[in-house]
Nanobody
């Protein structure tokens, strides 16, 4: 059975940093592509970043230069390092495996 579990969210002040983790089990992780999405209150899901099985990476324009996606295949984990956080980054962040398996999400609140 496939499992996707996010962690690392929390409350942080503007300008601060958080690192989100996404641990995957039940698949050949090295062959998987992982996206991060987020959903702000009252808004639809929006795509944030992707890392492919070949380590190709892309970012949403508004996070490029502030967020860094990476993967550790030995740990079946994808990370989202978020720096210079802004209040508009406040959302529930979701890890999505191979476009169809979603985790439960982790809450990020950026507020002073």
């Amino acid at each position: 059975q496939v499992h996707v579990v996010e962690s690392g969210g929390g409350l942080v002040q503007p300008g601060g940093s958080l690192r989100l983790s996404c641990v995957v089990s039940g698949v050949d992780f090295r062959r998987s592509t992982v996206d991060w999405y987020r959903q702000a209150p009252g808004s639809e899901h929006e795509w944030v970043a992707i890392i492919t099985r070949g380590n190709s990476i892309m970012y949403k324009d508004s996070v490029r230069g502030r967020f860094t996606i990476s993967r550790d295949n030995d740990k079946n984990t994808v990370y989202l390092q978020m720096d210079s956080l802004k209040p508009e980054d406040t959302a529930v962040y979701y890890c999505v495996l191979d476009t169809h398996t979603w985790g439960q999400g982790t809450q990020v609140i950026v507020s002073s």
